[in-house]
């Protein structure tokens, strides 16, 4: 079945890196993806993974998958104080378009 | 901004009343899904449309209801509401339908407090 956990919540110094991590059970899953919700605002689509993939970088954002473990995270390099916000990551399996989410991870930037 | 457009963005009422939200998809998105966000659980995905026809469904209660008109904007109408049904409900879209990557860009969601 599908499932998809999260860290609850993550404090981080700002120019730190930040890394939240998510898991899935779904051995199907064929693209895994990362959103940003901010405080009274709809899910911004950060970037998204294949599953034959192991690592996507773009620009700060890099993401890193091991599909042996169902393990995902995103790193946020020189973490700024606009990245606070909830990230969530996202399931899609073979040929179904819904998107099954994490619970989100709550990013919290310190300075 | 994503290029999808839910109204309203509030709305309040009481138990046991009707409302109807409205989304409009990004320019040529053929796609349509709704997702509920409430504190207890989670981002849920409720129903999707494809080109005017109901394509998949998921946590939906039979309360609630949506279709796909012909201009290819949605609605989400929720009846006999109670106090459990407020949340965040959110309009997503996407080019096609059935693909391994079906990019979803996300509406800013229309927020229901039912009182």
């Known amino acids: 079945g599908e499932d998809v956990e999260q860290s609850l919540f993550l404090s981080v110094r700002e120019g730190d890196s930040s890394v939240i991590n998510c898991t899935y059970t779904?051995?199907?899953?064929?693209?895994l993806y990362w959103y940003k919700q901010e405080p009274g605002a709809g899910l911004q689509l950060l970037t998204y993974?294949?599953?034959?993939?192991d690592m996507k970088q773009d620009q700060r954002l890099t993401v890193l998958l091991n599909k042996k473990d169902k393990h995902l995270s995103l790193r946020i390099a020189d973490t700024q104080t606009g990245d606070s916000a909830i990230y969530f990551c996202?399931?899609?399996?073979?040929?179904?378009?819904?998107?099954?989410f994490g619970t989100g991870t709550r990013l919290q930037v310190t300075l | 901004d994503s290029g999808v457009t839910q109204t309203p963005k509030h709305l309040i009422t009481a138990t046991g009343q009707r409302v109807t939200l409205r989304c409009s998809p990004r320019?040529?998105?053929?796609?349509v899904y709704w997702y509920q966000q409430s504190l207890d659980q989670g981002l849920q995905f409720l129903i999707q449309?494809?080109?005017?026809?109901?394509?998949a469904k998921g946590n939906i209660l039979e309360r609630f209801s949506a279709q796909q008109f012909p201009d290819l904007h949605s609605e989400l109408n929720l009846s006999s509401l109670e106090l459990g049904d407020s949340a965040l409900y959110f309009c997503?879209?996407?080019?096609?339908?059935?693909?391994?990557?079906?990019?979803?860009?996300f509406g800013a969601g229309t927020r229901l407090s039912v009182l």
């Open positions: 997503a879209s996407s080019a096609r339908d059935r693909l391994a990557k079906n990019i979803q860009y």
């Open positions: 779904d051995s199907s899953s064929t693209y």
């Open positions: 993974i294949f599953s034959n993939m």
């Open positions: 996202a399931e899609s399996t073979g040929t179904a378009s819904k998107l099954t």
């Open positions: 320019s040529g998105d053929l796609s």
């Open positions: 449309y494809y080109n005017g026809e109901e394509r």
